[in-house]
């Protein structure tokens, strides 16, 4: 097994306390925004689903990784809190299908037009990290 060197566990850790600034920083927008960051999760969830349908509870669960169970928790506040809807999927009554409502989609955009504005912030700062990397696995 190949010996670590001091610069790789230095590269790790800028990275991982880079992660969890970002992390740190993207739960005070949501909660800011007036959500929590599990809600602002579960918004994200729903609107980056790339089916031609919205996603199910269990799409929702797997994005999320969550247990089914738990994904019903945070769906039920969530729609108790006026911020996604449920609908029987028409071809299957069975299975259940969570939507954004339209004051969940325009708080989603204005907390992913920051975070898009952060993470721009944070690239050259991770090129620097990977370029670093590069270099320790060349050298």
């Not at 739960?27 to 031609?52: I, S």
Request: charged share 30%.
């Amino acid at each position: 097994m190949q010996q670590l060197s001091q610069e790789e566990f230095t590269a790790l850790l800028a990275f991982r306390t880079g992660l969890r600034r970002y992390l740190r920083w993207s739960e005070e927008a949501a909660r800011g925004a007036g959500l929590t960051p599990a809600q602002h999760q579960l918004l994200l969830a729903v609107k980056g689903h790339g089916g031609a349908r919205p996603p199910t509870i269990g799409d929702l669960a797997d994005y999320l990784l969550l247990r089914h169970h738990s994904a019903v928790e945070l769906i039920n506040r969530a729609e108790h809190g006026g911020l996604v809807v449920r609908e029987r999927d028409p071809d299957d009554n069975r299975v259940m299908r969570v939507r954004l409502t339209g004051a969940a989609e325009r708080v989603l955009a204005d907390l992913t037009r920051v975070h898009i504005a952060e993470l721009r912030d944070l690239a050259p700062i991770l090129d620097r990290l990977s370029a670093e990397l590069k270099t320790l696995e060349e050298g």
